[in-house]
């Protein structure tokens, strides 16, 4: 099955309704295809990028031809100002040091240990980092006894992971030492050639050991306290034979033809598994990347074919690793930033991400604004917002600001405008047409600007760039401005910052007026700009294959070809997201599918990995406890966390500038737990001014997520002059309107006899698609209340945690007075863990509640208990709904150990519908679970045989409370999940009974899959049970009967011959059809094993390309 989307273009709307209209239909398995598909691969045009050469700083040291990476981590080693500066490949910082001429005659190691730097009244306070740095220092080195010539280094090749470096003998020698240097590289490898002697060291500090392990083998010792295992190897991949040796100093003992490795050990365990893979060395690695979020490492290794590449990953690849290509081990290394990395083994690694979320966002954010006055309110903002544009045309202002970058945001902050007009008065409304013109004129003025008319201050134009490749600013291109002018732009710094506002409001422009998706020029000035940050092909020869976006950390890297002793940063992970998002759109409107597929790709990962080490919650494993407190990460650099920003310290900055622009995609990142925990640890303590710009992003991007009214009213008090440069009030009212209530709440109180007190508690939640894990703990909370002279008690109760809360939601210290334990399968912890903070398809938890004894007030006191059920929920995306779970009942009974509380819960969710194949009939047998308490804490299972077979099309259960009696009581849907694809959306009713009743509850649920004759089904629309041949009513309208789904083909007796829908159909054609190889269902290895030890199995296909599976 495939999820289609359609933006929504109508003008005003009476029901709630998305930017985003979903629809669910069935279609043949897609073939994957690649997404490195030029953009373009003609000439930039020359009269808006007239060519140039003369670069400020131009590239030095390297031998590749053509355009040249200016954001990777090797970046220090192509200018000529940065030689001697540290790149960081992760685990380990690479430095250069200088031996006689030769500045780069030996290649040192560093491995160190972070320092921490916790600020102070006038930063961060004493009990927090301000600041981490793993300082630079030579663990071990890497030259050769003999001289090398005078110079430097040469890069002789570069892909998107890494570069091959050369360090050349004098002329007249064929001596050289060639590196092939790798992000995530579990050695440091050199390879001798023409004679040369290999020297290792730790200059500048001293060997205390060099012990010979076996042939090949070496163990290095210095008296910094470092060890490292070193390895001499043939060309071939065979360990050196044992007339190789190193002397106590270091050096080789005659000249070597071969490789040499340098792995440090952190652990003496890790020597193993090391010395068995070191003949495996990487020399080049490719990257495939196709639809269906499939990313793929190709890996290209020289020595021993038969050892498996052993390769450091990040915390954030491990979860996205699919199939068994790759098989992760207990062998970590601590990286400068971003955590401990993991090795893994496998010659070729293959990822998968779920891009259904950021495929699923349009134009406006998810949700829709409240009728009535409200939504009244905000359309006459949105359109006394433009009319103040169009006076004096003020619109210019915004635009025109001379830089890039303010410019930029000035674009998509009048593109935001137009979108909300065409929401609410329509788009063919004479004013939405009219906004869409001054967008029009804004980009005349960058593509078209001599025949533009007034342009006074525009950004003053780019140049294309002969010497990098790309379209740096023309500010500062040939002279010192290139460091600072436009941020330095001309330095090819934040181009993915500056150039993704404009692709936005390119897409808005032709969202509203499609002509411009036939407009050659304009379509090449746009597309010129996502070539230059985001080239996805080598076949443009114009451009570097993704200036910016780390194909290995998965994000994108500021600074460009400036040097910088901390590596690379990101500063702003929103305004990245911005660019991806910007992407995402414009391949939409211009029906280009694999660019709009390329930008949710990108934006998929980019949001994991923002999510795992820029925006940090309680608990975040990848940085010190006390810097998590900061709540955002401040300056990334690859060899450092700074809470600080580049333009300034205050808080507002640090935390603002991973909020804007406000768009859609920010949707993703920003989750109410993430917001909840930074507003209470940071962002409430700020004054917040309601004449301070950064104010208005603090309110929109975070506590427009937290508490979405009270922002609301925060920003309609705040004057429109005083909003951010790239925000209108009317869009920021509108983003807090339409943000969805953090929890899907019910509630229920019910009296209390007077000497009763609740000991234990069970509840049961199902989760619909679209439900967060990261957001689980905030699910329940239990009031006591009592007499006038005792407060209320609150207690929020977590599956890990509770905590007691005062009357005004606070938190009592060093209190709890209940506990809870959830009870999971294992196949539900490992889809936790492998989701890992992403979507969950369909899962459910259970909560055991149980208080440990007498409520502090003393039972007399207690006169009512309120329950409620809190489930948060992710920005509602296509056709995901709230989950509501409505308390039924409440009753009070007596038992040997204490009181205990009987519930029966009635839960109104959409259901997916089972496919066919996935499906064990075990598992259809236990969909509805009945449980009664035979005693307290006595549980017995009921499982009703619904279901016979995976082919079932319906459900249908009813389970009478009345004869449970006094026992506990509580009813459930399991629906086990083992993959996260192909599942429909259905509805599901539960027919709700009133408090304290006991007549039958009712589930129906529907599952539109294939049905044999004569089954007994539902009749479409009434729902009237039927069978075979017999008829279903007409329709409620009126109309004449039909043929149940299952009557048998020629059924003709019902007032209709024509079967509304034809179960039978789809099983008759299932089983015409041979079993084939056309398509592979991936399922969690223990779910097979599961499935084995019933008797399942999976069933053989073959095809004339394939072998059975």
Not at 960 to 975: D, F, R
Request: hydrophobic share 40%.
């Amino acid at each position: 099955t495939t999820t289609t989307t359609t933006p929504s273009r109508a003008a005003t709307t009476t029901t709630a309704s998305r930017a985003f209209s979903s629809t669910t239909t069935t279609s043949a398995v897609e073939v994957p295809r690649s997404l490195l598909q030029p953009v373009d691969t003609s000439a930039p045009d020359p009269v808006v990028f007239p060519s140039r050469s003369g670069h400020f700083l131009p590239p030095a040291h390297t031998e590749v031809s053509g355009p040249k990476a200016t954001n990777k981590f090797w970046a220090n080693w192509v200018v000529a100002s940065g030689a001697q500066e540290a790149i960081f490949p992760m685990p380990y910082a690479l430095k250069w040091g200088a031996v006689g001429d030769c500045s780069a005659g030996q290649l040192t190691i560093s491995h160190g240990v972070q320092a921490l730097g916790y600020g102070d009244v006038t930063t961060t306070g004493p009990d927090r980092i301000k600041y981490y740095v793993t300082p630079v220092n030579s663990t071990l080195t890497l030259g050769a006894v003999e001289a090398f010539a005078p110079g430097h280094h040469t890069i002789v090749r570069e892909g998107l992971f890494g570069v091959h470096v050369e360090v050349r003998g004098p002329s007249g020698t064929s001596r050289k030492v060639t590196y092939p240097i790798f992000s995530g590289m579990a050695y440091v490898s050199a390879l001798y050639e023409g004679g040369t002697t290999p020297k290792v060291t730790a200059a500048p500090n001293a060997l205390t050991e060099v012990r010979k392990v076996r042939a090949g083998i070496w163990s290095f010792t210095s008296n910094s306290g470092a060890e490292f295992r070193v390895y001499a190897l043939t060309s071939a991949g065979e360990f050196a034979d044992a007339s190789y040796d190193f002397t106590s100093g270091g050096e080789f003992n005659k000249p070597f033809d071969g490789w040499v490795r340098a792995a440090h050990i952190d652990e003496a365990a890790n020597v193993e598994l090391l010395d068995a893979h070191a003949r495996a060395v990487l020399v080049g690695w490719d990257l495939e990347l196709k639809t269906g979020g499939r990313v793929q490492y190709n890996f290209q290794k020289q020595g021993a074919e038969s050892v498996a590449l052993l390769h450091f990953a990040y915390a954030h690849h491990l979860p996205l690793m699919w199939g068994d290509a790759q098989r992760v081990t207990t062998l970590t290394s601590r990286a400068p930033t971003k955590g401990r990395m993991k090795a893994v083994l496998g010659d070729l690694w293959s990822l998968r991400v779920d891009i259904r979320l950021a495929s699923a966002l349009g134009f406006l954010p998810s949700g829709e604004p409240a009728d009535g006055e409200r939504r009244g309110a905000l359309a006459s903002a949105a359109l006394g917002t433009l009319e103040w544009f169009l006076e004096n045309e003020n619109w210019r202002s915004a635009m025109f600001k001379g830089s890039f970058y303010f410019s930029g945001k000035g674009f998509q902050k009048v593109g935001t405008v137009c979108l909300l007009v065409e929401k609410f008065y329509g788009i063919d409304f004479a004013k939405t047409q009219v906004c869409a013109d001054v967008l029009a004129q804004g980009f005349r003025c960058l593509y078209v600007r001599s025949s533009a008319g007034n342009c006074g201050n525009a950004p003053v134009g780019s140049y294309y760039d002969q010497v990098w490749g790309g379209i740096p600013s023309r500010e500062g291109y040939s002279d010192s401005g290139c460091y600072t002018a436009d941020f330095g732009n001309a330095c090819y710094n934040d181009h993915h910052y500056h150039y993704g506002y404009f692709v936005v409001a390119a897409a808005i422009l032709v969202r509203l007026v499609p002509a411009f998706g036939k407009n050659t020029a304009f379509v090449s000035y746009i597309n010129t700009l996502i070539r230059d940050t985001t080239n996805p092909s080598p076949a443009d020869a114009y451009f570097p294959s993704f200036r910016s976006f780390d194909w290995f950390d998965l994000h994108s890297w500021s600074r460009g070809v400036t040097p910088s002793g901390d590596g690379k940063d990101q500063e702003s992970t929103s305004e990245e997201l911005n660019l991806l998002y910007g992407i995402h759109l414009w391949g939409s409107v211009l029906g280009k599918a694999d660019v709009q597929t390329l930008g949710a790709t990108m934006l998929a990962l980019c949001v994991r990995t923002i999510q795992e080490y820029f925006l940090m919650k309680d608990g975040n494993p990848h940085h010190h406890a006390d810097f998590v407190k900061n709540r955002v990460t401040g300056i990334f650099f690859q060899n450092k966390a700074d809470y600080t920003t580049w333009f300034g310290w205050r808080t507002e900055y640090i935390h603002g500038i991973q909020m804007l622009p406000l768009s859609p995609a920010l949707q993703l990142t920003r989750s109410f737990a993430f917001c909840q925990q930074e507003w209470d640890s940071i962002l409430s303590s700020l004054p917040l001014s309601l004449s301070d710009p950064w104010s208005s992003i603090v309110f929109t991007g975070n506590f427009a997520v937290v508490d979405p009214e009270k922002a609301y009213q925060k920003l309609s008090q705040m004057g429109p002059d005083k909003m951010d440069d790239g925000l209108t009030q009317a869009w920021a009212r509108y983003w807090a309107s339409v943000q969805p209530t953090p929890l899907a709440r019910t509630a229920v109180t019910l009296p209390i006899a007077a000497a009763e007190c609740p000991a234990s508690l069970k509840l049961d939640v199902a989760l619909q698609a679209g439900y967060l894990f990261d957001e689980m703990p905030r699910v329940l909370v239990h009031q006591s209340s009592s007499s006038a002279s005792h407060s209320p008690v609150w207690a929020l109760l977590s599956l890990d945690a509770i905590q007691e809360m005062d009357a005004d939601g606070m938190v009592v210290p060093g209190r709890s007075i209940t506990s809870v334990s959830s009870q999971k399968s294992a196949v539900w912890r490992e889809e936790v863990r492998n989701i890992d903070g992403g979507l969950a398809t369909v899962t459910r938890f259970e909560a055991d509640v149980r208080v440990e004894q007498n409520c502090e007030t003393q039972p007399s006191q207690l006169s009512s208990v309120a329950i409620e059920v809190a489930v948060p929920h992710s920005p509602e995306v296509g056709s995901m709904e709230p989950l509501q779970i409505h308390i039924e009942s409440v009753d009070w009974r007596f038992c040997s150990s204490g009181h205990w509380l009987r519930i029966g819960l009635v839960v109104d969710l959409p259901l997916p519908a089972l496919t066919a194949g996935l499906y064990a009939p075990d598992d259809l047998g236990k969909l509805l679970k009945f449980r009664s308490g035979a005693g307290c804490g006595m549980d017995a299972i009921l499982d009703l045989p619904l279901v016979a077979s995976a082919n079932a099309t319906e459900v249908r259960a009813g389970v009478s409370m009345e004869a449970v009696g006094s026992t506990a009581a509580k009813i459930w849907l399991t629906l086990p999940h083992f993959t996260q694809s192909l599942v429909y959306s259905l509805t599901a009713s539960f027919a709700e009974r009133a408090p304290g009743s006991s007549t039958t509850t009712t589930t129906t649920a529907r599952f539109q899959t294939a049905c044999s004759t004569g089954d007994h089904v539902r009749c479409p629309g009434s729902d009237a049970p039927c069978a075979g041949d017999q008829c279903c009513p007409g329709p409620p309208g009126g109309g004449p009967s039909f043929p149940c789904p299952s009557a048998s083909l020629g059924f003709a007796a019902c007032g209709s011959r024509a079967k509304l829908t034809d179960c039978v159909a789809k099983q008759e054609a299932a089983a015409e059809a041979p079993p084939t190889c056309s398509a592979t269902v991936r399922v969690p290895k223990q779910v097979m094993e599961a499935l084995a030890e019933q008797g399942f199995k999976p069933t053989e296909c073959a095809s004339s390309s394939a072998p059975a599976r």
